[in-house]
């Protein structure tokens, strides 16, 4: 049981450079969630999904994309990436709303 | 909106002592949940213990648990005899319970524990 999986582990991309973050579950969890963390700063939602075809923006939405085809994929499109978006990303899952995440082991997203 | 609060930054143990973590939160909801998570160095995301809003008996996980003071909107973690291996950053969160509101957590920023052998 692979739990949530997240690739890739690191990442250093250019100013204005694209990229998709992948994040796959395979606990048919509907829930799944997209986080940053900053240093000092906790973690802080980007997008989340309360099932397949649905999505919705989360606290800090601006620069980011996301799309849930299938029940399993949650992946986080980055369009002209910005040094702001220098961060540790995780992506979550959940059964429902009333149980804890199970987190992947995040991506660390560096832009120069 | 909610809001937790970790107003320990830092805190730091002598091992096989008791350390308290605290967390305080901001709500008008009645029914949530409450979690603390640890993070080691590996980034890797922990669960380690759940409270329910509506019980009024304290969650604890082995060498972990909570003193949860609805009323206050306290909820802080004590580990007991702490191990070289609780030393992590510590994050206290919620979630709502309410019908319709997604379930997504919402974190403090964390209290960082050193634990000195």
């Known amino acids: 049981n692979a739990g949530v999986t997240q690739t890739p582990k690191f990442r250093i991309l250019k100013i204005g450079q694209s990229m998709t973050l992948q994040c796959t579950q395979d606990?048919?969890?509907?829930?799944m969630y997209w986080y940053r963390q900053d240093p000092g700063m906790g973690l802080k939602l980007i997008y989340y999904?309360?099932?397949?075809?649905?999505?919705d923006k989360g606290e800090v939405p601006n620069g980011y994309n996301v799309s849930r085809s299938t029940t399993e994929d949650f992946p986080l499109r980055l369009e002209l990436a910005a040094p702001s978006q220098t961060s540790v990303y995780f992506c979550a899952s959940s059964p429902t709303g009333y149980y804890g995440y199970t987190f992947g082991s995040g991506t660390r997203l560096t832009v120069v | 909106a909610q809001t937790v609060t970790q107003s320990q930054p830092e805190m730091s143990v002598q091992e096989a002592e008791t350390v308290t973590l605290s967390c305080t939160y901001d709500?008008?909801?009645?029914?949530?949940?409450l979690f603390w998570y640890k993070q080691p160095p590996s980034r890797q995301m922990i669960l380690v213990i759940r409270q329910e809003a509506y019980k009024q008996q304290n969650a604890t996980e082995n060498r972990f648990s909570v003193n949860f003071q609805k009323a206050a909107k306290s909820f802080s973690l004590k580990i007991s005899d702490s191990q070289l291996g609780d030393a992590a950053m510590y994050f206290c969160?919620?979630?709502?319970?309410?019908?319709?509101?997604?379930?997504?957590?919402?974190f403090g920023k964390g209290t960082k524990l050193s634990v000195k052998p």
């Open positions: 999904s309360v099932g397949a075809g649905i999505t």
């Open positions: 709500t008008s909801e009645s029914d949530y949940y």
């Open positions: 606990m048919n969890h509907n829930y």
């Open positions: 969160a919620y979630r709502s319970a309410v019908g319709g509101s997604q379930g997504n957590l919402i």
